[in-house]
């Protein structure tokens, strides 16, 4: 068995993290011990390892926060779940790792049959896309949104949740390579981003005004994508990308009445009740299962490909996710 373990956090991930032998306790009452079968590497993870994320575990700490596994053994008294089953694991429990002992009430059934690797990816992003399209404004179908950042995970679920809404979305990619893996997904219309982002926009949507955006850059792209939204439309931050702080002018705040508010899918499941949050994984758990939903993979990786892995990960210019393959 092995995991993929770190004691200290510093400015490049790879360096500060190791796939390590170790030894998993016995079973004890209710708890079951599962294979991991795939696990993904976010944004969030690179972050967490350099540690400029806004939550830290403490140290040391074993990297992954969502991923599948297969139950291998449950302790006597577990009901409900048996050798074999795929189940989705818990958000933060350290998914690079070959083997897990978990809560059996922490674990969610998945469907026979569905991708695995489809799957890992369900716990972060389908949700973070879901939830930017449906609780921010109250969207209907023929309604436009705008989002940068098009080509990320985030980026393309959204683009999926929204057609299959009938609503209509602008997408900006930060380079001219990324546009055909966006319009690949369905997306509407598909600009890179720039100067005259506004007017192009109006060109593309034949005059209409987002009353949504969604932001993952930060710094001017803020600014370009406020002032290609309609008045009083609300524009929301969940990342930044680019580094910077956002950065919106206060012509668009006070004259065209932009509001600029922020999203942190970690903040909503603290906030949730679990009535409401296994709604939402069922409803996503469907769409995945029905191929209606799903991610680009890039490349797969072994647990003792870790740094390579992360560093994939870390790189820019990406086609899809990483993901780790703690079993082979």
Known sequence: MKHARYTHRGPVPQDVIEATPFTLPALQA???????????????????????????PPLPAVGGNEGVGRVAEVAADVAGLSPGQTVLLPIGCGTWSTHLIVDAE???????????HQLAMLTVNPPT?????????????????????????????????????????????????AVADVQELG??????????????????????????????????????????LAPGATLVNYGAMGGEPCAISPSALIFRGITLRGFWL??????????T??????????????????????????????????AAAAAGERSGKILLLPNG
């Open 129 to 177: 896309a879901r939830l930017l399209l449906s609780d921010i404004v109250d969207l209907h179908p023929g309604d436009w949104v705008i989002q940068n950042a098009a080509n990320s995970a985030v980026g393309g679920y959204l683009i999926q949740l929204a057609r299959i809404r009938g609503v209509r979305t602008v997408n900006i990619v930060r380079r001219e390579a």
């Open 266 to 275: 970690a903040q909503w499941f603290k906030n949730t009740d679990a009535a």
């Open 277 to 310: 949050r296994n709604t939402l994984f069922a409803e996503l758990v469907g769409l995945i299962a029905a191929g209606q939903l799903k991610a680009r993979i890039q490349q797969t990786y072994g647990i003792d490909e870790i740094k390579a892995a992360v």
């Open 30 to 56: 209710g708890q079951v011990r599962v294979e991991v079968l795939a696990a993904p590497i976010n944004p969030s993870d690179v972050l967490t390892l350099t540690g400029d994320y806004g939550s830290l």
């Open 187 to 228: 997306a509407n219309v598909v600009l890179v981003d720039g100067d005259d982002l506004s007017q192009r926009v109006a060109e593309a949507t034949g005059g209409a005004r987002p009353r949504l955006g969604i932001d993952a850059v930060g710094g001017m792209a803020t600014e370009r994508m406020a002032q290609a």
């Open 106 to 116: 922490a674990l969610v059934p998945l469907p026979r049959g569905g991708d695995p």
